[in-house]
């Protein structure tokens, strides 16, 4: 039998680990697997917040009746009804014909556009409270984090929130279930690379529920998110992460991405990193985009505040994975780094006059000159390869506090 984990008071973890998917939405790779994370709430009436994936239906009812036997559910909260989490709603309303399900509107919507008319719906709308005994739960709405119907509910004895993917990340929870229990560097990169793949482009709408609950004071002792490690002993860092994350601000360094059928563009990257190296930049992390997964770099564009980006020319354009890189970009509305530009061409040219037209539309700060190398980089490439280094680095220093 499979337990679930107390947090504390009569709450339960009884989330499920998935190290089969190998990639999430069937495109984001799960390396480390990623956790569907459930609660449960033993009281007078008995909830549970949220549920797992279809794939994890056995384990996730074992871990429920693990703790209430065969007593029944109350209540279905459902914060969020992406797949991962709302995969087992059909079999735990057969399962528990008298359960209640509790959603805002936009929830029961799409909740029958997937999985049809179910019964015994309770609609609730921003502040509302529902009383399970000892326990009372507020409902805080909050739209696009990362679907429209997205909310949070809130125990208001505890203190613990459960905020849907708002704070999760990807990776199993080997054991360890808590921030106190894991190591965070790890779990840190990967909350990150979920934030910045998957919830990012809704960077505003992050704002204003985070603002939200300021401006109603929501004391916070417990994050409890989807995905991910349960936040007890400090959940006031991912709360800071996702703060810095979706204002766009970033840490000293730098990210070069680059595309290279031959190697030359290679070499120039190699030079500016090294450029940067010497005047003082010790964050550079070097990208072929052809070798690493877009999630990956993504993630780390979202970390440091300079990105130089290369690449070769490809039939007329920017190289496949370049182009991969920038539309993945373009998309997730980044605002506010310094940008380099470099590459090279042969007889057509594309590279660099499409990472151009990416600048100009990105409106950030360009440094250096664009610089576009003949077929092999030499003398006078170089130098201005170095241009854009000098002027990154100059531009990153000037920002240290
Ligand atoms: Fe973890 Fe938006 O689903």
Redesign the pocket.
Known sequence: MINAANITDNIYYIGVNDRETYLFENLWPLDKGVS?NSYLINDEKIAIIDTVKNTKIGDFIEKIQSQIGDKTIDYLIIN?M?P??SGAIKEITEKYPNITIVGNKKTFDILESFYGKMENYHVVDDGDILNLGSHQLKFYLTPMV??PE?MMTYEIKNKVIFT??AF?GFGTLDGGIFDDEVNLEFYTDEIRRYYSN?VGKYGAMVQKALKKLKDETVDIKVVAP??GPVWRSNPDTIIKYYDLWSRGEAEEGVVIVYGSMYGNTQKMADHIARQLSTKGIKNIRIYDASKTHVSYIISDIWRFKGLILGSCAYNTGLFPSMETVVHKIENSQLKNRYLGIFGTSTWSGGGVSNLSLFAQKMKWQQVGPSVEAKSSPKEESFKACDEIANEMAEKLISGRE
């Open positions: 569907y969020h992406e991962d989490h990362h679907w997205t849907g993917d999760g998957i989807t995905h």
